[in-house]
């Protein structure tokens, strides 16, 4: 009937994406009031004691989605500046201030300017990369704004405003225009109750919550049923919350969109081939006129000679390029209400051929979701 909390486990795409297939098989909202009563344990006037309720979060845990472990800005910092191209040009830098350390002529800076300048810039593009991640991780935050902080409920007869956490499967849920639905929740009383799907399904038409009309087969079609982030218009309403945090639709699909695999975008496996090539062929140089130097010179100018044949070829400007360029992209996407998490995801929107979608609004009103995918699909 209910279902207990899920776990998430690692590598866990099979179990995400059979969670929410599942979600083609609830029932509830064709079962009855009297039956879907039985089903919670509670009352269509008088709702669910408070011992009721107090044994169904210890069973079905906190009404809120689980949060992704955040890793710490220093860590996050830390990895912008440790890529592998950015890890040549840390070496390319270092190399050169090893260079100005064994020349015997130390008026020469050269070597030293060029350190200097390849560590200014590794860094540089580091931070610029670190700022992007870091305001798209701030925006997405922002969607825990979808969960309304208390939420008004039926207990022992009487209502009561408590804090939506709290809320638990059976729960006799009042909900009013203006507000966001705390739960998902079927619905057996409107007063002409509108509720905007938007958040799950990308379509901003408001829907009628018509209890007493035969209820669709499939739950998110019907219109005696609302969810969790959705929000109430206008109207009135009151309903069973049936579903709670990761069990909800939008919790199921949040753990689909998390478990799903992350693989590199085009740009960086073809920088990344580069950055090798490039690589190896400096190494080789380097190595190769080190070797014949032996036979002319001593072996320090041989060590500065084969180091600056090295760094000539390390492309220094390219990280930096290719930065710079896809962070004036992504503010211009910004600028047309598009979020950009990923600097790199830039160009692979740009080598996109083909978008499929049943409907247009989809893409017309710049919003596409993974629920809007997976519900709409033929």
Known sequence: MTDKPEEKKKGGMGEALKKTEALRNWDDHKIGIDELCKRYNTDKVKGMTEAAAKQSLAKHGFNELSKKEEIPWYCAFAKELTGFFSLLLWFGSILCFIAYGIQPDKSAKDNLFLGSVLAIVTLLTGIFSYYQSSKSAEMMAQFENFIPPMGAVIRDGKPVNIEARLMVPGDLVIIEG???????????????????????????????????????????????????????????????????????????????????????????????????????????????????????????DCMVFAIGIIVANVPEGLLATVTVSLTVTATRMAGQMVLVKNLESVETLGSTSCICSDKTGTLTQNRMTVSHMFFNRR
């Open 178 to 300: 203006g507000k966001n639905i705390p739960c998902d929740v079927v619905i057996f009383k409107s007063n002409e109750m509108k509720v905007n799907n938007a958040s799950l399904t990308g379509e901003p038409l408001e829907i009628l919550m018509e209890p007493e009309e035969p209820p669709h087969e499939f739950i998110m079609e019907t219109h005696n049923a609302c969810f969790f982030g959705t929000q109430c218009t206008e109207g009135r309403g009151e309903g069973i919350c049936i579903k709670t945090g990761d069990n909800t639709v939008i919790g199921s699909i949040a753990n689909l969109a998390s478990e799903a695999e992350v693989k590199e975008t085009p740009l960086s496996n073809e920088i990344e081939r580069f950055v090798h090539i490039i690589s190896g062929i400096a190494f080789i140089l380097g190595i190769v006129f080190f070797g014949i130097g032996l036979t002319r010179f001593d072996i320090i």
